[in-house]
């Protein structure tokens, strides 16, 4: 039994060292994992170091290059408030907000009104559409409060297919304006009839709803016939003046197709983008600032070529709502926004009378956006007559003097695209964006 109680004894001491020996080699194993693993965390934290540094380092080199460029700010614009020397914004001022919102808050209620008092915002004449007030006047004067929304319903969409058939505008083109008037109407008595869910809070509709049940249909309606295309989904802006590397990407495009050497070329002339009901204020902000840069460059381009400018209009749609923008090159340096025209569009047959007005506006966008073009047109066609003559300088008396008439070449500013992901690095900043 002695013999029988060692053999246990030793088997036991036996298995409790191999016990050991395994824990030990555990905790060892254990260890080389959390060091590794401590490893891989430190590695991916200086990693992330590294790449913050980096983009700091990025974001230093830029600001230096514009103060190497625009070390001194130089004031061109003429336009001075009290207690500022100089506007001191980034090329564009956006008057359309209400103090204090936006912009405004950079200034004092005085200093704002200043601004205003000075850059008077361009508004559309839309009296001279009387044709268009007297088709639609007559859908309106059917509506009666008395009776039911069916019957009122019925009878103005009836009126509105009845005098559809009265102004063609296939057979006649001065019935152009009253057609898309009675177009509007007609797309939005439909809109009441079949897609009450687009005016319905509770339901989720995308941005693209509005744009392609009501407002595509409207907008292409509304060039019908003037030589001009609609191009749409987030296309590339034309960007002829500006070297970068970042781009805008356009909801809409209002494009004049020009002939350069026999291939088409693209020349923008309006803009808009979209958003859904209620985008919020983040995104409505954006798209604001996003349309007059935009429309800044469009600017920039025109006057690029020589070819002088006025005011360019843009179109921001939140769902049923509608914003017609303008911005102007105002003075040297100082590009100038503001709102023309603002509706929100609701499913109440009674307030459909009170949206003449926006077809009018409309009408007046369509209108301005042709004569801006035609405008240009004429300047090119001057330039194109007094080109320098290759005789010599006395044969250039005239074209010298069409040039020193082109002097608003000298009021553009840079354009400066920012990234559109935040891991993208910043476009160079112009060399002229502040001042040249």
């Not at 859904?276 to 690029?304: M, T, W």
């Not at 290759?390 to 990234?419: C, F, I, Q």
Request: contains cysteine; glycine residues 4%.
């Amino acid at each position: 039994m002695d013999h029988v109680n060692d053999d246990i004894d030793e088997g036991s001491s036996t298995n409790q060292k191999k016990i050991k020996k395994s824990n030990q080699r555990r905790r060892e194993l254990q260890n080389v994992f959390i060091a590794y693993d401590m490893e891989e965390q430190m590695k991916k934290k200086v990693e992330k170091k590294e790449k913050k540094l980096s983009r700091q380092l990025t974001q230093q080199e830029l600001l230096s290059q514009a103060d190497e460029t625009a070390n001194k700010v130089v004031e061109n614009d003429s336009i001075f408030i009290d207690d500022l020397e100089d506007l001191g914004l980034n090329s564009i001022i956006d008057l359309s907000a209400q103090y204090p919102e936006r912009q405004t808050t950079l200034f004092n209620k005085k200093q704002w009104k200043d601004i205003t008092n000075k850059c008077p915002s361009y508004t559309f004449n839309d009296t001279l559409y009387r044709g268009v007030d007297e088709a639609a006047n007559s859908v309106f004067d059917l509506y009666n409060p008395k009776q039911s929304a069916t019957r009122n319903w019925n009878l103005m969409y009836q009126q509105v297919i009845s005098l559809k058939g009265q102004y063609n505008a296939e057979l006649n083109d001065s019935f152009r304006d009253i057609d898309f008037c009675l177009y509007f109407y007609e797309s939005l008595f439909m809109l009441q009839k079949h897609y009450e869910y687009l005016f319905t809070d509770d339901i989720d509709n995308s941005e693209w709803d509005m744009i392609v049940k009501f407002w595509g249909p409207v907008m292409e309606r509304l060039f019908t016939g003037t030589g001009l295309r609609l191009k749409w989904d987030d296309t590339i802006l034309t960007m002829d003046d500006v070297t970068t590397v970042g781009h805008f990407k356009v909801d809409m495009r209002v494009i004049n197709d020009t002939k350069i050497q026999k291939l088409n070329s693209e020349e923008d002339l309006a803009v808009a983008e979209a958003a859904k009901s209620d985008p919020g204020v983040l995104k409505y902000q954006s798209d604001r600032c996003k349309l007059l840069s935009e429309s800044k460059v469009i600017i920039d381009n025109f006057v690029a070529k020589g070819r002088d400018v006025n005011s360019v209009y843009s179109i921001q749609f939140c769902g049923f709502e509608m914003m017609i923008i303008s911005l102007s090159l105002f003075s040297n340096g100082l590009y100038v926004g503001n709102e023309v025209h603002h509706v929100q569009i609701d499913d109440r047959l009674q307030k459909c009378c009170n949206y003449l007005s926006t077809v009018k506006q409309l009408l007046c966008f369509r209108d301005e956006t042709i004569e801006f073009l035609h405008k240009s047109d004429d300047v090119k066609l001057d330039l194109a007559a007094n080109r320098a003559s290759v005789k010599g300088a006395k044969y250039n008396a005239a074209s010298e003097e069409k040039k020193a008439e082109l002097v608003k070449s000298d009021w553009t500013r840079g354009t400066w695209v920012p990234p559109r992901r935040k891991e993208s690095a910043p476009a160079p900043i112009p060399s002229n964006l502040v001042s040249r």
